[in-house]
């Protein structure tokens, strides 16, 4: 329950950060980037508190996160790169805590 709030509470604190002009857009994009975990339901179980994302998830795999992280250099594209990076950060912490590994 806390990884889910910290995909919340860690793009809000980046918005207040860096972005307060217009932090209510830079905000809805990045938490909409939780999207990303539609992936999630590809697998078999959906759900498994024992599995890494990173690396197991198609949008969650390596290449995707080089995109993500370009996609952070791009003006247009910036709040979702960021909230997808962040979003992959967090994925990885969550490994780490879970299973010992930053992905599988």
């Known amino acids: 329950m806390i990884h889910v709030a910290l995909h919340f509470l860690v793009p809000a604190t980046v918005v207040g950060l860096f972005f307060r002009r217009n932090w209510r857009f830079a905000y809805l994009v990045m938490a909409s ?7 999630h339901f590809m697998a078999n179980p959906t759900y498994d508190p024992a599995r890494c994302s990173i690396g197991y998830h198609p949008l969650h795999g390596f290449v ?3 995109l993500y992280v370009l996609l952070c250099f ?31």
């Open 64 to 66: 995707p996160i080089a």
């Open 33 to 39: 980037t939780m999207l990303v975990d539609l992936d």
């Open 74 to 104: 791009i003006p247009k594209s910036r709040y979702v790169g960021i909230g997808l990076v962040i979003h992959m950060a967090l994925d990885s912490v969550d490994c780490l805590v879970t299973n010992g590994v930053w992905f599988v």
